[in-house]
């Protein structure tokens, strides 16, 4: 039996299909329950409401998890407004340029010819 943090690792480490990142880098992982009776429960943090890739997600979560000879119910909330708001902000700093700031641009001359 694995005990909370190795559990907590585990999910933190399964990559989310939407944002493409580890769910523990995304803060999307609420909570983990280990129980002494019956089975251990996860809780994620969706960004949205009607988050397009929740069953995929769900799958991702259980095939690591059986993976490791574990298994746990699999809950579903969404964040608050000032977590979303982190989530976004953590996006924005890993993404491309902003505003002012230099991008290379690489283009064909495919279209020329």
Partial sequence: MADK?????LIA???????????GDL???GSVDR???G????????????Y???????HRLTSALEGAGMSA?????VMD??????????????SSAGIGETCLLYTSDAADD
């Fill in 27 to 29: 803060e999307m992982v």
């Fill in 35 to 37: 129980r002494r009776l």
């Fill in 81 to 94: 407004d000032a977590q979303r708001s982190e989530l976004m902000t953590a996006l924005r700093s890993q």
């Fill in 52 to 58: 397009p890739l929740t069953a995929e997600l769900e």
């Fill in 5 to 9: 943090a190795n559990l907590t690792e």
């Fill in 73 to 77: 119910e699999i809950e579903f909330e």
């Fill in 13 to 23: 480490s399964v990559v989310d299909p939407l944002l493409e990142r580890p769910l």
């Fill in 39 to 50: 089975a251990d429960r996860v809780t994620l943090l969706l960004p949205v409401p009607n």
